[in-house]
């Protein structure tokens, strides 16, 4: 579960510190939970998820398609305020990185 909540607070750009005040949390009990040493309560899940915009299922489903999604979503976000040039560096950057 750690490891999904790092991975939608980076998708959505947020640190640990904006992520933990946030949810009402200190930064090192967040740290804690992402790295798989310290439990988490079911009020301190629902209020992650709030933060994060989720359905609280979402965190307890382990499904990674979910992931992706939130990936996908931000990045189209991004994609979608670039110029054509930049757009085209980045198609190309893309294709060699696939090869």
């Known amino acids: 579960m750690g490891n999904r909540i790092r991975n939608l607070r980076n998708a959505q750009g947020l640190s640990q510190v ?3 005040d ?4 200190s930064a090192r ?3 804690e939970v992402e790295a798989g040493k310290r439990n988490v309560s079911f009020g301190r899940l629902n ?8 359905p609280l299922t ?8 979910q992931i992706k999604g939130v990936v ?11 110029p054509l040039n930049q757009l085209l560096f980045i198609q190309r950057a893309l294709r060699q990185l696939m090869r």
């Not at 979402?58 to 398609?65: A, K």
């Not at 996908?72 to 670039?82: C, G, P, Q, R, T």
Request: proline share 3%; aromatic share 8%.
């Open 18 to 20: 904006q992520l933990a």
């Open 22 to 25: 946030s949810a009402g949390m």
């Open 29 to 31: 009990y967040l740290g």
């Open 47 to 54: 209020a992650l998820a709030q933060r994060l915009s989720i």
């Open 58 to 65: 979402e965190l307890l489903d382990f499904e990674e398609p």
């Open 72 to 82: 996908l979503k931000e990045l189209n976000a991004y994609l979608e305020s670039l």
